[in-house]
């Protein structure tokens, strides 16, 4: 038998020509794909490729305009959930489908095998916890099957979405942005976990934005834009690249991913106008967790970008929470235009020019049960204010100005902003940092989470703010490209320290990470 003829036997999931169409929009365009037994296949495109939409259509939570599915080679035909799951097809999402208040045990009984007798008074609490503490024991995982789900980690939450999918023998289990709420020390265990998945014969299909996940667990990798089906690379047949993959996803070079044009034509090479200057500054930790500051020595000039290159714990976030007085200084200054300061808190920083958006943008900038617009004007209201009221309709000019400048897509400007994407949730801050007029502005990990194209757009806003805005950027990353292709110049930091300072045309991408290893 052939190797192809094998790996044809082995698809125990088949969509052909599948078809979906909302009003105005074609989501899926006659695609078709295959996964195999004990296979992991990538799912990878911009928002709104079709990836969610085809997920939806083999989970039984929507039903194809056109095409058909095939499991273990027999067409079904889907009408619900509970018809995808009866075939073995399991969805874990990253929305982490669970209720805080039971426990994990209760919360894997309601999302998977539940109980063999129909009345909820019959369920069977030994057997329960009995299938649940073997299947934690086959994924080698320590979680307290009586634990509130309220009190446990969101990997451990995401585990317990698939501890469900386990309790009713799936086959075939459908990934979406499984890593996305997830630590890189949780998404290393639940790759770990994947790998014995593959190991039984079961097949997943894993939905991702991070192309480089994607190569480190995928068998295949096929890409959608618009609804179409691009290709699928192999990796035993040595098709997967990141190069290519970027391609096939943006449908244009991938160096323009990462390097932005005309990077060199800012002021900062004419000018070196001293904005800030921070002299032998070194803090004191205040949790376990904060990176200690030693003798910090960096100068920022106006007008330019600077990138704040380092790995975890490197302490490139202590140094710009720093800069907002969300430190404590142990000994060392911090000057503005060349007059020192004592910056005593993210507000006393708004008022000095600058302003911070912090990593984690979902807890630390966003407001969620405020609208885009008041997201937007939170930090600035005083520039709207008449005595105790505001002028609505001058906020709403000044929101609809920034709307427009940053390309912020929102269905609304009442909208929660939760309801917006996570490129445009981080536009929205960056609309709020430049409604309170800075002359610095500080992004820390500004594209983490990001799909490719709203990656892309988040830096080249950035070059054309600072050209057009005269504004200071500092650019904190763990991302060597992404400081190569942004900043005209990148310090990197090591173990809380500054290991050099280096001009972006004289570096490399492998020198830059040997300072920072």
Known sequence: MTRTSKENNNIILKVHNITKIFPGVVALNRVSIDLRAGEIHGLLGQNGAGKTTLLKILYGALKPDEGKIYVYNKEVNFNSPTDARKHGIVLVSQELIVVPH??????????????????????????????????FHMLDVSIDPEAKVKDIRAAEKMLVQIAAALSVDAKIILLDEATSPLSPEDVKKLFNILEQLKE?????????????????????????????????????????????????????????????KDVHETKVSRTKEEILRIENLSTIPKSPVEVPLANINLNIYKGEITAIFGLMGSGKTELGKTLIGLTKIKSGKILIMGREVKI????????????????DRRNEGLIHNLTVSQNITISSLEQFSKGIFIDNTKEITAVKTIVNKLNIITPSLNALITKLSGGNQQKSLVGRALLSKPKIIILDEPTVGLDIYAKREIRKLTRDMVISEDITVLWLTSDPDEALGIADRIAVMKDGKIKAILERADIDRETLVKYAL
């Open 200 to 260: 039984k014969g079961i097949g997943i299909i894993f939905v991702t934005h991070r192309v480089k996940e994607a190569l480190s667990i995928c068998d295949r990798i096929t890409v959608l834009r618009n609804g179409l089906k691009i290709k699928t690379f192999e990796k035993d047949k040595g098709e997967i690249s990141e190069y290519d993959i970027i391609e096939a996803i943006l449908g244009i070079d991938p160096k323009e991913f990462y390097y932005v």
């Open 102 to 135: 039971l426990t994990v045990m209760e919360n894997i009984a309601l999302l998977g095998f539940k109980w063999n007798e129909k009345s909820f008074s019959r369920f069977n609490y030994s057997e329960v916890k009995d299938r649940v503490e073997k299947i």
């Open 344 to 359: 005593k808190s993210p507000n006393h920083a708004k008022s000095l020019g600058i302003f911070y958006i912090p990593e």
